[in-house]
Antibody
Framework: QVQLQESGPGLVKPSETLSLTCTVS????????WTWIRQPPGKGLEWIGY???????SYNPSLKSRVTISVDTSKSEFSLKLSSVTAADTAVYYC????????????????WGQGTRVTVSS | QSALTQPASVSGSPGQSITISCTGS?????????VSWYQQLPGKAPKLMIY???KRPSGVSSRFSGSKSGYTASLTISGLQAEDEADYHC??????????FGGGTKLTVL
């Protein structure tokens, strides 16, 4: 059974770069889209972007200038970098996998990590 | 891209049915049958409940159903149970080949 686990610093200073990694266990990264989603305190979910196992990406237009998502299938992990952070980037960050079944993939996310809380503060 | 619009809260008594709406535009909800719904229990990661507007992943109770009319998608929970109390989030594919979520709805079981 595939499991995802986020890791990275829980505290980042304003103007610095937030870096998180999602480790995939229990299955292959091949043929899947891998996604980052965040949730500010007390608010709804926000889609950050995704990366296909081969490396192609798509980002939220509102974050695109600051976001980089990369993948390392040899390590079974993918990563998020968000530059020039401010307090508005304080959130729980989730990694997730696009839902695929019986050879078809859908615009939904069925496997999620437990989430990691990141606070932006000096 | 603008977030989809959901009511902040809904409530219902055990055994009743409730519906949560999710309103977008022609660029997302209205343009594609790619709406999904997630249940989020306190302190937990979201769980996929509905995809492609009406489809349920294996293991999701048939008490949960989805529909869409125009720019508004809806999640209906029938036979409301205490364990259904949670936050519910909708999501849609967009014309920019991205995804957008709603603001989330808190369901209270009275």
């Amino acid at each position: 059974q595939v499991q995802l686990q986020e890791s990275g610093p829980g505290l980042v200073k304003p103007s610095e770069t937030l870096s998180l990694t999602c480790t995939v266990s229990g299955g292959s990264m091949s043929n899947y889209f891998w996604t980052w989603i965040r949730q500010p305190p007390g608010k709804g979910l926000e889609w950050i972007g995704y990366i296909y196992y081969s490396g192609s990406t798509s980002y939220n237009p509102s974050l695109k200038s600051r976001v980089t998502i990369s993948v390392d299938t040899s390590k079974s992990e993918f990563s998020l970098k968000l530059s020039s952070v401010t307090a508005a980037d304080t959130a729980v960050y989730y990694c997730a996998r696009r839902y695929c079944i019986s050879g078809s993939c859908y615009d939904a996310f069925d496997i999620w990590g437990q989430g990691t809380r990141v606070t932006v503060s000096s | 891209q603008s977030a989809l619009t959901q009511p902040a809260s809904v409530s219902g008594s055990p055994g009743q049915s409730i519906t949560i709406s999710c309103t977008g535009s022609n660029s997302d909800v209205g343009g594609y049958n790619y709406v999904s719904w997630y249940q989020q229990l306190p302190g937990k990661a979201p769980k996929l409940m509905i995809y492609d507007v009406t489809k349920r992943p294996s293991g999701v109770s048939s008490r949960f159903s989805g529909s869409k009319s125009g720019y508004t998608a809806s999640l209906t929970i029938s036979g409301l149970q205490a364990e259904d109390e949670a936050d519910y989030h909708c999501s849609s594919y967009t014309s920019s080949s991205t995804m957008v979520f709603g603001g989330g709805t808190k369901l209270t079981v009275l």
